[in-house]
């Protein structure tokens, strides 16, 4: 206090002192004045305004400045990003291997064999004769074997086909085959079925099929046969519907002699007349929509053996045909059933 009650602040005499305190009065004044701005605190309550987004960065209760940034990241610990051009970037996988490209001069080298060391197999149909077909083929790529039997069905054939000598069964159906030769099954004796429907066939050699001990069913409908060839005695079914067969074609006693013939149809023909004697094994025989007008006493049964009864003949059929069957009563009575057919 001075002599007239004034404050008068203390100042040290020393003039290091007096620098001190000065120093340490600016510092005191400047943290004083920068707390007390309002818009400051404003920004660090509310965040930095729009424009500001980069001058301001926080971190916990820090205001960092881009000038600062650089005390807390060292930058110069990261070098500038490679340029790798067109390399492939490697990735392991734990389950699965990628393939790694590899140069020429490294790639695996697999050594040439000698020419004479290489054998080509050729193609081969077991059990084809050396002769080709019509095409000029093997038979079985024009046509289909499997196992024992061959399929010919539609394959536009003129000719039978040479076939192998375990075939079974024949299927030549829808062709163009117009003649059947004395050879053409030469050697099939384990041959049980032809089935040559819907060709052209107008003749077939007496010898076609007499040496084919195994045939047994013989198929032959909607073709131009005029006349049936020897037939081979185990036959047991046989097809001829559908030609231009008469009774002038057939030779005497043709059937007779097959003791196992069952089936014999003989429908949508030019037969004039009843085929007889008939096998005492026939069991359904077919005549319908032929030209027959008469029969005789003995076209089913034995005249001279009133006891005499053909048992398994039972399907007779008549129908298609001008007989008038009431005429003829004497020729069924060994037979189970009536002919079908007119009795008016």
Same mark, same amino acid.
């Given at each position: 206090m001075d002599i007239n009650g004034m404050y008068t602040p203390f100042l040290p005499q020393n003039p290091m002192r007096l620098l001190a305190f000065l120093c340490l009065l600016t510092l005191v004044l400047h943290e004083a004045g920068t707390a007390s701005l309002p818009g400051e605190r404003k920004r660090e309550e509310h965040g930095p305004e729009e424009g500001d987004t980069y001058e301001f960065l926080h971190a916990g209760n820090y205001a960092l400045s881009l000038e600062d940034y650089g005390e807390v990241i060292d930058l110069s610990s990261y070098e500038e990003p490679a340029d790798y051009g067109d390399q492939i970037s490697e990735a392991k996988v734990d389950s699965l291997t990628l393939p790694t490209r590899t140069s020429p001069s490294q790639s695996t080298v697999v050594p040439k064999m000698p020419s004479s060391n290489l054998t080509v197999p050729r193609p081969t149909t077991t059990g084809l004769p050396n002769v080709q077909g019509s095409h000029g083929l093997p038979t079985c790529l024009v046509c289909v074997c499997l196992g024992s039997s061959v399929y010919c069905d539609?394959?536009?054939?003129? %000719?039978? $086909?040479? &076939? $192998?000598?375990?075939?079974?069964? &024949?299927?030549?159906?829808?062709?163009?085959?117009?003649?059947?030769?004395?050879?053409?099954? =030469?050697? &099939?004796?384990?041959? =049980?079925?032809?089935? +040559?429907?819907? %060709?052209?066939?107008?003749?077939?050699? *007496?010898?076609?099929?007499?040496? @084919?001990?195994?045939?047994?069913?013989?198929?032959? $409908?909607? *073709?131009?046969?005029?006349?049936?060839? !020897?037939?081979?005695?185990? @036959?047991?079914?046989?097809? !001829?519907?559908?030609?231009? @067969?008469?009774?002038?074609?057939?030779?005497?006693?043709?059937? !007779?002699?097959?003791?196992? @013939?069952?089936? &014999?149809? +003989?429908?949508? %023909?030019?037969?004039?007349?009843? $085929?007889?004697? +008939?096998?005492?094994? +026939?069991?359904?025989?077919?005549?319908?929509? %032929?030209?027959?007008?008469?029969?005789?006493?003995?076209?089913?049964?034995?005249?001279?053996? #009133? #006891?005499h009864e053909r048992r398994r003949l039972e399907d007779i059929r008549l129908d298609g045909n001008p007989i008038n069957l009431s005429l003829f009563p004497e020729a069924y009575f060994c037979l189970p059933r009536l002919p079908v057919g007119r009795y008016t």
């Open positions: 539609d394959a536009d054939l003129e %000719n039978i $086909p040479p &076939l $192998p000598r375990m075939t079974t069964y &024949l299927y030549a159906r829808f062709n163009h085959i117009s003649h059947i030769q004395a050879g053409d099954f =030469k050697g &099939l004796t384990k041959l =049980k079925r032809i089935d +040559l429907s819907s %060709n052209s066939i107008s003749s077939i050699h *007496n010898d076609a099929f007499r040496l @084919l001990p195994a045939l047994q069913d013989l198929i032959l $409908p909607e *073709n131009q046969l005029a006349a049936l060839p !020897v037939l081979p005695s185990g @036959l047991e079914f046989l097809d !001829v519907r559908l030609n231009r @067969l008469q009774s002038s074609g057939i030779q005497p006693e043709a059937f !007779v002699a097959l003791e196992r @013939l069952q089936f &014999l149809y +003989l429908a949508d %023909n030019l037969l004039d007349s009843i $085929p007889g004697p +008939l096998p005492l094994s +026939l069991c359904s025989l077919h005549l319908q929509n %032929n030209m027959i007008e008469t029969m005789g006493r003995d076209a089913f049964c034995d005249t001279g053996e #009133r #006891r």
